[in-house]
């Protein structure tokens, strides 16, 4: 028995949201927290800012425990100065690795066949009947052209709303993404291993928005994030480095396995004659 997240149909969304919106009109406008007499701005934004952070990781605390076998389709659209375009991804594996993507062209032509494991990233092309061999997936997916933030494992542990794995228990600092209306969407610093990132939770706790470290990082946007079986999930991530680099990446469909994958299915048969490159880890 599998636990399956389908994304809804698009018009179907839109007349649930029409009949929401008509029945929201007829009830009072709903106000922010009133404010406490005798308590400065400050103060009452701190405590807001612990309060949101606290329902985040309690809404992400219950889907952490242990690694995850999953399956998804999504589809990447990807434009830069000197490429565009869009391919279609079967990703699947474990949390805990090894992890499998095939990527394809709309028409279903075979463009790559990624495989990551603890012993690192291996992408054959089979146009080029080449499998190129890198420490990690994150260098080797920024080799073909994708620097994402992440590699195919916490890109695994996004999808599948493994977000502990990815951000910590405690931020650093909070900040109101718009000063006048403190109420709203809130801005989190975070350490972490390369440096500070940001996070953005909305009014009801989900994350909209992640900045990474560093001035040439990735934002990313998060939306229909959902509250499922496989916890936050999101289903479309906008990914922009500078304004002529930017990818989207949309989640059409998500499987959460009861049980592992057999050892096999992950794995990565090369072809007789394929030829083999090989890179160092970037210093």
């Not at 620097?147 to 542990?157: F, H, I, S, V």
């Not at 928005?209 to 936050?232: C, D």
């Not at 794995?267 to 160092?280: H, I, M, V, Y």
Request: aromatic share 8%.
């Amino acid at each position: 028995m599998h636990t399956r997240i389908i994304r809804p149909n698009r018009t179907v969304c839109m007349a649930l949201v029409l009949m929401l919106v008509a029945a929201i009109s007829a009830c009072a406008p709903q106000k922010g927290p009133a404010p406490e007499e005798g308590v400065s701005p400050q103060i009452q934004f701190f405590r807001l800012a612990q309060a949101r952070w606290k329902a985040f990781q309690t809404a992400i605390e219950s889907h952490q425990e242990g690694p995850v076998d999953f399956k998804a389709t999504a589809s990447l659209n990807y434009a830069s100065p000197s490429s565009s375009h869009r391919v279609v991804i079967d990703f699947y594996g474990s949390t805990a690795l090894p992890l499998r993507l095939d990527m394809s062209a709309g028409i279903g032509a075979s463009i790559a066949h990624w495989r990551e494991d603890a012993h690192g990233f291996v992408a054959y092309v089979p146009k080029e009947e080449t499998a190129y061999i890198f420490p990690d997936s994150k260098e080797g997916m920024a080799a073909f052209g994708l620097p994402l933030p992440y590699g195919l494992q916490e890109l695994a542990q996004l999808l599948t709303g493994r977000w502990s794995v990815l951000v910590p228990a405690e931020y650093a600092s909070a900040v109101a993404e718009d000063k006048n209306k403190p109420e709203g969407p809130i801005r989190y610093t975070l350490k972490g291993p390369e440096g500070s990132f940001q996070l953005t939770l909305d009014e009801e706790a989900l994350p909209t928005a992640y900045t990474g470290p560093g001035a040439e990082s990735w934002e990313l946007t998060f939306s229909n994030v959902e509250k499922g079986p496989a916890g936050l999930t999101p289903g479309r991530i906008r990914m922009v480095r500078s304004p002529q680099e930017k990818a989207v990446l949309f989640l059409k469909d998500l499987t959460l396995l009861d049980e592992p994958w057999p050892e096999n299915a992950l794995d990565l048969e090369l072809p007789p004659g394929t030829q083999t490159r090989r890179f160092a880890a970037a210093p």
